[in-house]
């Protein structure tokens, strides 16, 4: 008889440790937190954005007003297509020979001055008051020479705007000429106040020339 009660016992006990070990293997099931699936992005979409982006464009070069590409491109058009690669015209090419050659007409010619600014005499050199004289004669030669181009600029740009107001040019054209003719009147009589010497050597040279005349 006890024999029947122990075995009861121990099968009450086994299914009571059953149970208690289901009801947390549920309990556990619950708490346990959900994995999200996060799809990656493929590699292969990397490398379509890639190749989506637009190519470097070549370089350009500017000869004879013409827009010309740049040697790889060139050798890329001229292996499709050459007579579609943009060359210089006939006439530039011929200018630009002739420039090499003969040098550019538009370049003004070089004018060589005549008047040499004179050298100083040993005798000036070694006297301050004898070289300080030099000096002076120098800046009056330059200062003569100034004013007596400017009178002759002053003569044709009188000229000119006559010939202006006679052919009817716009008004602010022969202003500026005006302007212009105003200005180196100016600059000629502030030379002339400051220097009176200058302007007994002008007198001397135009009675000099009516004279020859």
Avoid: C
Avoid at 43 to 65: C, D, N, Q, T
Avoid at 193 to 203: R, Y
Wanted: proline residues 8%; glycine residues 4%.
């Amino acid at each position: 008889m006890r024999v029947v009660f122990a075995v009861v016992a121990g099968l009450g006990l086994t299914i009571g440790a059953g149970a208690v070990w289901w009801q947390a293997k549920e309990n556990a099931a619950e708490q346990s937190p959900v994995a999200l699936s996060v799809p990656q992005s493929e590699p292969s979409a990397h490398r379509e954005l890639a190749s989506e982006e637009p190519p470097a464009l070549p370089m350009v070069e500017i000869i004879g007003e013409r827009y010309v590409a740049a040697p790889e491109a060139l050798l890329a058009e001229q292996n499709r297509d050459p007579s579609q690669v943009p060359v210089p015209s006939q006439a530039v090419v011929t200018a630009l020979r002739e420039s090499m050659e003969n040098g550019d007409p538009r370049t003004p010619p070089l004018v060589r001055s005549e008047d040499l600014r004179e050298l100083p005499s040993a005798a000036e050199l070694a006297d301050p008051d004898l070289y300080q004289q030099y000096e002076q004669r120098q800046n009056q030669k330059v200062y003569a020479s100034f004013a007596s181009a400017a009178t002759q600029k002053i003569t044709e740009l009188e000229t000119m705007i006559a010939r202006a107001e006679a052919d009817g040019l716009p008004p602010e054209q022969i202003q500026e000429g005006r302007e212009k003719l105003e200005g180196l009147r100016n600059q000629r009589d502030e030379i002339l106040q400051a220097h009176p010497e200058v302007a007994e050597t002008l007198q001397s040279a135009s009675a000099g020339s009516a004279a020859q005349e």
